[in-house]
């Protein structure tokens, strides 16, 4: 499960980030099924629709949102706003409308960002009757009084809501989830790099014999996890461990968000890779506030999902405006963040709990030439020392992973060691796996 | 339960402080009852009347001692002690004596603080027949040799030990305890200021809806908690949380004293109070030493009370002594107590366990006017937060304080909160409250 | 169970140091028989043989091990290496040779310490059939080229393992195990100091009226545990606490290596010790590398052994060297290691969980005489707080040592308090005792 060279695995991201730069997506609308549409290309994600109308616990699919065009025209007919240079001019779900208005009354739909006078701000307004457009501050106060013809051509329509999933099949029917948010428009850290790493992940364990079976959703943030929770309770229920990703994209370092019970497996799998990883690392304490772990965590579901970051939501003045653009993610942060994703999967892979076969006193491993005969003057090697601390803990309460920490060696050193006392019969899995 | 202004709330305390202070209070005799008579002004504490001989677990009640005079006369016939000026000149339960000596044998029941040489101190010797007098040192050393007259008129009686008790009522039979000594002299912040904290509190319960019964205890110190708990067992058995007021008027930062237990809701009530407070602080672990806490927490009861205090027994100089007079307690600390024991109690009134109605996913509570439906560039402000905490965590093992703790927000927002999701029946009381 | 002036013990266990210095030990053999004699003539010790080939869990019993002489000769006939000026230039368990060879064959069979050019290391060869010299670095860069003759006349033949095995008989069957490896030859630290301290303990336990049983092995390392505890589980089940003692004799500070369960009793005991000697210490946490309490601390034993030492084994560079000599013991040191030796298995004695029999409110104590009657102003002396803190917690779940460690007094002043309580039958002892 070693994946590709750090900088074939960086481009690759980067080229499917660009791909999917221009899409207009939303919560519901053919900018879903465009991306979804790329993926497809590469990987056998299937798409759901679920229709306008379905109530999913406390909530309702709401209507379908598409958009053709939209523009702002000066009362030189200059158009000086136009969706077609860029989607987020346009506040998500806004309703239709063409009118030609004063600049007071179009200034009461303006939105800007006065503190980052360059930078267009993304707004969306769902669940609610309006339109909107935003522009950089500075061009706002370019504008002066007088009529202005403006233009949203969308449509709400009882539609779908669209989603994509992915099942690759391991040893068993126990699941690890990987679920992404594509319902942004154009920006890049949120959540084009989440969509990207999900699907590399995709790429890299559809062709690598696996333990657990791995299911990722390509969700419309909040009402598609909603939906798919509702939609899918009992699948829910394999889900032994499971990660949100988003923001992996931008410079700064890596961040992990616990799951609410924080203490599960994945937790510690996570803070051991971090802890490893020789570069600096946040991790976050769970707060119900953040992406879809949100749902996942909700007190009726409590899954041990965790969140998997760069810099956190709302930590960067870049998140949620035109700067979160291809320039904002780099080759090098989405590689760096595959690879520790990856890593933090081979933890939950190769962990397992075993129990010595020889528990009273320590069996002969210098007879079965595990174990050098000759006794040295100094202590055993890294590796002897792991093999005794398998030993030792293997009791059936400690899982390689509590033995790494415990021992202070390396997980995959414990993992090698574990892997030659099976094949001498001195350690048996546990029932339980 | 707001209470008074803080300036007011001071006065008023200080008022009553100066009031009881002239009386000599002992652990039985009409001190005490002279006290209750004034508290029975504005509060309709009970008295009650233990007769001497009771046994009370492993004590008796004791005889009842008055005291009408007392003095020393020099051998020049002056009086140069005289118990009408000051009642910690005579050691409290001083069997009677009339008699001339020489000063040599008299100097055997003088006692003073040569380290203050201008202070009195305060001796007791209850249970023990023996008589003494406390003067400054300094005015031990002006007597000379010669025949002392000395009088003390007391008296030893089959009488009772007397407490004062008022139960106020609330929406359950569960009690707080309220519990103050009533057994020391003039001396103020030992403990005429847990008397008129007591008081206060009683006065501002009296008036408002409660969650609990309160109840008020008035009492010799040691004998007296010993004599309630013998004759109350089933009234120890309804209390959910306590309280022992004593030393709150002086100027040092207020300490509470953890129950035996260490961990309860009125620990982690009071801590989370005075960490909130803005001030400093104490906390100090259970010690089986200091006031009736002793008795409350012994291992036979082991009840969830602790102590409030500012500066702790025996900690300061001043503690039983002259100098723990109206000049050493002032009313803005007073005040100040009454304050933060009016938070506590707030916290333990609002404090409650719900039960989340929608515990699968968020609930929309845009939907319903709770939330405001335009989703903003920025995170949520602290009351969107508090709402969602308390929905995340409200399963059943988490207290609106431990959603405060754990989300770091204000105890009162989350109560607001949970007001509000109450309304909206998202939340639901449990069972047991 | 005081024992005797530090000076005398140390002098005592310096002395049979130097006695059982020249033997040539291993982990079978006369050498091991021989010092079991030295120890048979001041106590009791019984030794057990137990016969080549028998099987002992995953291992078995090997051949036993002697040696009459061995010598290099150089060239021109001198004995350059001779084995009965130190027994460390033999590789122990070395098969027996005598040939005349080339120095470029005899090399490959030499040992040496280039960083340590003067000293001689230690080196063994159990199970593997081989043979080796081992000498200082300085000695081998002056051998030239030439013919060499050389002697190991040993032998391997089916003999047996012997160990020493003693138990002190006390109130109750329940046992304390002191167990020390004595397969090393002229070594000191390691672990003729540790025999020493075992020796001495049992000298000094046979006199005195005892809590529990004792029950002392002197073991050679590794096999000699695990064919103990194969031939004595039922034995081994009777243990309540344990200590290896190993290298008690440098100058050092203390160590306390924990037992794998990591907080026993014992654990607790010696780290309260180690903590109240006023002198720095070591405590570590315990991995599965070291002495014996590897075999006694294996998860199907998981007995409660610890092991103290004074530097860690391998943490010092005399370790395993001829370095390691009479020289590096000091008997202030072994006094050191024997006085807290006795402090800990003085708690262990004296520890017990009593129940208050007075549980509710606190018993008149001044009544009984054990409480002065005069209240004094300022608070009671240590002994009232040992007795208060006592009958606080004596509620069944509270070890003298838990009250020791919460009430930060004295474990003996506790023990004395619990005494005087006992004696008035305010305390009970529980019946698992």
């Not at 056998?44 to 025209?73: C, L, M, Y």
């Amino acid at each position: 499960m070693n994946g590709l060279s750090e900088e074939k695995s960086g481009q690759e991201l980067f080229a499917l980030i660009s791909e999917l730069y221009p899409f207009c997506r939303s919560i519901t609308g053919n900018g879903v099924r465009q991306t979804l549409e790329v993926l497809q290309k590469t990987i056998p994600v299937v798409r759901h629709e679920v229709a306008s109308g379905t109530p999913v616990f406390d909530w309702v699919i709401p209507q379908e949102w598409n958009i053709k065009a939209a523009f702002i025209k000066d009362p030189a007919g200059r158009k000086i706003i136009d969706f077609d240079s860029c989607n987020l001019h346009v506040v998500g779900y806004s309703s239709p409308v063409h009118q030609v208005m004063e600049f007071s009354e179009l200034r009461k739909h303006i939105f800007t960002l006065p503190d980052r006078p360059e930078w267009i701000p993304y707004r969306t307004s769902y669940f609610k009757d309006s339109w909107g457009f935003c522009m950089s501050h500075n061009q706002l106060l370019s504008m002066k009084d007088g009529k202005y013809e403006v233009l949203i051509d969308s449509s709400l329509t009882q539609g779908h809501l669209t989603y994509g999933e992915l099942l690759i099949k391991g040893k068993t029917s126990k699941e690890v989830l990987i679920s992404t948010h594509l319902c942004h428009p154009s920006l890049c850290n949120d959540n084009l790099s989440g969509i990207a790493l999900a699907w590399q992940l995709a790429r890299t364990l559809s062709s690598v014999p696996l333990k657990y079976s791995y299911r990722f959703l390509f969700l419309p943030a909040t009402i598609g996890s909603i939906a798919w929770l509702a939609l899918n309770e009992q699948s829910a229920a394999r889900i032994q461990h499971g990660l949100v990703l988003a923001g992996v994209g931008d410079s700064g370092r890596s961040t992990y968000k616990k799951t609410r019970k924080g203490d599960t497996e994945i937790d510690r799998a996570a803070m051991y890779v971090l802890r490893h990883s020789g570069e600096d690392f946040e991790v976050m304490d769970f707060i119900p506030y953040g992406y879809d772990e949100r749902q996942f965590c909700s007190p009726g579901f409590n899954l041990p999902v965790g969140c998997l970051m760069r810099t956190p939501f709302n930590q960067y003045p870049e998140y949620h405006t035109s700067a979160d653009n291809l320039s904002f993610v780099k080759p090098e942060f989405l590689a760096n963040s595959f690879r520790k994703c990856l890593s933090l999967l081979n933890v939950l892979e190769r962990n397992a709990v075993y129990i010595n076969q020889n528990p009273k006193c320590e069996p002969q491993l210098g007879r079965r030439g595990i174990f050098r005969a000759f006794s040295e003057r100094t202590g055993g090697p890294e590796q002897e020392m792991a093999l005794l601390w398998i030993l030792n803990l293997s009791d059936g309460t400690c899982s390689l992973l509590d033995i790494a920490e415990r021992s202070k060696l390396p997980f995959d050193l414990i993992w090698e060691a574990s892997e030659l006392l099976l094949q001498h019969g001195l350690l048996k899995a546990t029932a339980v796996q």
